[in-house]
């Protein structure tokens, strides 16, 4: 088995993890993100609703989408990230630097690597969150869609591919910008580990590997919360002026959610999202680096 077959299967194995475990979390951000302002108290009164009103199966809505979904985004995400560490590992022991072999990649390679990395996992986790944010925010009383593969015909149908990258511009830019400092931050701490205690990648602690992806979801969730808070606005617009639109662009929903909400809102739903960090972050780093050692050693 090729090394990107393994990186690519190793990461759709941490894309699962990510969504089993952060999915409750992810719709009780998404509803406060994308709810009127006074519509929740807080984080604690959106779950409760949810439980009250949709039961316990509600956090789990719309699963089956990412689940497929951001198993390959994930998938992606880890193939680029590794093929472009390996490129620059490369470049560096030909010119004699980096370290031994040329691994110790630099900030700003890493930082490419990542943005590269969200970039190409951009172009299929835009229509996978669009789809899941639909179904989501759906009424149980008065759905649109009976399921993604309903939603993805009907929204394909009426408004073509434009409806299902609907927001696809603020998606590559949250990937690319999120992605460059995840990965930057993560590697730079194995990295860390390994000069210091002088080992090998595969020999740090499954629990090390948690905590680092969790620091890392913390750094990513820093720089891009607020760009995410936008994309779900328009992943929930009308798709034109018959349909409810509010927004005509990125930019428009910035200043019209500035001007109504004022700049709360731009945090709004951060609560769960930390919470949900750390948690679907360290499971998708150790589901990835589990999945690479098992398949490594075969």
């Given amino acids: 088995m090729s090394k990107t077959v393994k990186d690519l299967t190793a990461g759709t194995a ?9 999915q409750p979390f992810d719709i009780v951000k998404v509803r406060m993100q994308t709810a009127p302002k006074g519509t929740y108290k807080g984080m604690l009164d959106c779950a409760g609703g949810i439980l ?5 199966l509600a956090f789990y809505k719309g699963t089956l989408t990412p689940l497929l979904g951001i198993g390959v985004c994930v998938s992606i995400q880890f193939g680029v990230l590794e093929y472009t560490k390996r490129y620059f ?3 560096n022991s030909a010119n004699g630097a980096g370290g031994v072999g040329g ?3 630099t900030v700003a390679q890493l930082m ?10 951009g172009v299929v986790s835009g229509p996978v969150e669009h789809i899941r944010i639909r179904l989501q925010t759906q009424s149980d009383k008065n759905r649109l869609y009976s399921g993604p593969f309903d939603a993805i015909k009907k929204i ?3 408004h073509g591919i434009a409806g299902i990258y609907k927001g696809q511009g603020v998606t590559l830019l949250r990937e690319a910008t999120g992605y460059g400092v995840y990965f930057m931050a993560y590697e730079k701490l194995m990295q860390r580990e390994m000069a210091q205690k002088g080992i090998k990648r595969e020999e740090i602690s499954a629990s090390h590997a948690v905590l680092y992806g969790a620091a890392a979801g913390y750094v990513l969730w820093a720089v891009i919360y607020p760009i995410d808070m936008i994309k779900s606005r328009i992943q929930t617009d009308g798709f034109s002026l018959a349909t409810g639109q509010k927004y005509k662009s990125a930019l428009d929903c910035v200043r019209t959610v500035w001007r109504s909400d004022g700049i709360g809102a731009f945090t709004r739903g951060l609560g769960p999202t930390l919470i949900r960090s750390p948690f679907a972050n360290g499971a998708t780093f150790l589901g990835f680096e589990m999945a690479n050692r098992l398949l490594n050693s075969v």
Avoid: C, I, R, T
């Fill in 156 to 158: 394909y149908s009426a």
């Fill in 14 to 22: 941490g894309g699962m993890s990510q969504v089993l475990v952060g």
């Fill in 103 to 105: 691994k110790d990649l």
């Fill in 89 to 91: 590992a490369a470049q």
């Fill in 112 to 121: 490419v690597a990542g943005v590269a990395a969200g970039l190409a996992n």
């Fill in 52 to 56: 009250k009103n949709e039961g316990p």
